[in-house]
């Protein structure tokens, strides 16, 4: 199964601060039809996961651009440009690119 | 708007086995998979399987085989999970997914316990 390793497990970030999280896979995500199934998730207290980011880099309707993905390959990342309390939670990568999905360990922004 | 509502708490015992529904509106249901993610308590994410429902088409997470057991019923867009032969690591919150984790149901807490 793939590995997503997710980096670092816990942000602690003032509100306006921006922040990067890190998601490195044990094998490439490149699709054969071209795509790149990797998918940012965003869990609140209590809350279902909800989607942020899919195929590495679509900011999903209704997320806010401070919002971004970017990567490829193998190495993947996820910018929060000026954290709002509203960010605070858990977040994870997913890829979908090879059976099974995996997950990445998740990663808890708090606040400082 | 797409929406995924799912089936109400359940607490079971050891052996028994559960069935959770989740009902899709919003969107053209056999149009799209259907997966199912398992959460343990405070863990990360499991794929447990997905189900095509025009089809019925599955595929598994070798770990879930012979654990879950998927179906839809086209006339209600309407997708279940069975969990079989439950034990207390079974004991976890289950969310639907449709897509590739594009949207999720609110989840299912199953607890395990005699």
């Known amino acids: 199964d793939v590995v997503l390793t997710q980096t670092p497990p816990t942000l602690s970030a003032t509100i306006g601060q921006s922040v990067s999280i890190s998601c490195r896979s044990s094998q490439s995500l490149l699709h054969s039809n071209g795509n790149t199934y990797l998918n940012w998730l965003l869990q609140r207290p209590g809350q279902p996961p909800q989607l942020l980011i899919y195929?590495?880099?679509r900011l999903e309707s209704g997320v806010p651009n401070r919002f971004s993905g970017s990567g490829s390959g193998t190495d993947f990342t996820l910018k929060i440009s000026g954290v709002e309390a509203e960010d605070l939670g858990v977040y994870y990568c997913v890829q979908s690119t090879h059976a099974p999905w995996t997950f990445g360990g998740g990663t808890k922004l708090e606040l400082k | 708007q797409v929406k995924l509502l799912q089936s109400g708490a359940a607490l079971v015992k050891p052996g028994a086995s559960v069935k959770m529904s989740c009902k899709a509106s919003?969107?053209?249901?056999?149009?799209?998979?259907v997966s199912w993610v398992k959460q343990s308590h405070g863990k990360s994410l499991e794929w447990i399987g997905e189900?095509?429902?025009?089809?019925?088409?599955?595929n598994f997470n070798e770990k879930f085989k012979g654990k879950a057991t998927l179906t839809v019923d086209k006339s209600t867009s309407t997708a279940y999970m069975e969990l079989s032969r439950l034990t207390s690591e079974d004991s976890a919150i289950y969310y639907c997914t449709r897509g590739r984790a594009y949207y999720w149901g609110q989840g299912v807490m199953v607890t395990v316990s005699s």
């Open positions: 195929l590495v880099s």
């Open positions: 189900i095509y429902p025009n089809s019925g088409a599955t």
């Open positions: 919003g969107y053209t249901f056999t149009d799209y998979w």
